[in-house]
């Protein structure tokens, strides 16, 4: 099955240090999502990319959607401590529409 | 929030025993999910439902079957619980699959399962 590295699986970061996440695929992506889930809650979604070399942002927040479409990141700059939380990516296989979420990042701020 | 309702929230029971988990939803949303999550695995789907007695099963159904006799309920059973089914259980909505339209999933808060 299609495998989904997402890197790195835990991160710690002072308050104000920026914080990236990489989600890789082994196959080519039809599209990919994000979401966010904060301790205790459940995911929600932040954002959609469709195509390749595709750059969305959102505030502090910058999402990548790589050339060949196997590969993505989200860039927080600057975090804050709202910005705790895991965030997962959500691949859609474009050969057989599998959805596959990566095993998530884990964010911690230090304040 | 969309309206999600998973019930129960909490639950233990014992192994071999049967579980049904219920999800309900008000938004009339086609698609439906069900997912478990786990410590270093993410979320997992179970199985998903495209409509009315439509579904499909996902990459860790083994163990599980499900039900959705109507829209806006989807139910997920484990016929004889076993302790590897210890897990966080999420259910999911969406107007339409993802690769077809820039739909995002909105999940329900979650259903705490413990068997032991």
């Known amino acids: 099955g299609q495998q989904v590295m997402q890197i790195p699986q835990y991160q710690h970061v002072q308050e104000g240090e920026d914080f990236t996440t990489y989600c890789n695929s082994s196959?080519?992506?039809?599209?990919i999502q994000w979401y966010k889930q904060r301790p205790g809650g459940h995911p929600v979604f932040l954002i959609q990319?469709?195509?390749?070399?595709e750059v969305k942002k959102q505030k502090r927040l910058t999402f990548q959607f790589g050339e060949a479409k196997k590969n993505s990141s989200l860039h927080i700059t600057a975090t804050q401590t709202t910005d705790v939380g895991t965030y997962f990516c959500?691949?859609?296989?474009?050969?057989?529409?599998?959805?596959?979420f990566g095993t998530g990042t884990r964010l911690t701020i230090i304040p | 929030d969309a309206g999600i309702t998973q019930s129960p929230r909490h639950k233990v029971t014992e192994t071999g025993t049967p579980v049904t988990l219920r999800c309900h939803q008000t938004?009339?949303?086609?698609?439906m999910y069900w997912y478990r999550q786990d410590p270093g695995h993410g979320l997992r789907l179970i199985h998903y439902?495209?409509?009315?007695?439509?579904?499909d099963k996902g990459e860790v159904s083994d163990g599980y079957s499900v039900s959705r006799s109507k829209t806006e309920d989807f139910l997920l059973t484990l016929e004889s619980a076993t302790s590897s089914q210890t897990s966080v259980y999420f259910c999911?909505?969406?107007?339409?699959?993802?690769?077809?339209?820039?739909?995002?999933?909105?999940f329900g808060d979650g259903t705490r399962l413990s068997i032991l």
């Open positions: 999911a909505i969406s107007e339409s699959r993802v690769i077809y339209g820039n739909q995002p999933q909105h």
């Open positions: 196959t080519t992506l039809s599209n």
């Open positions: 990319l469709v195509k390749s070399g």
């Open positions: 959500l691949l859609s296989n474009s050969g057989n529409e599998k959805l596959t």
């Open positions: 938004e009339n949303h086609r698609y």
């Open positions: 439902s495209y409509g009315v007695k439509d579904t």
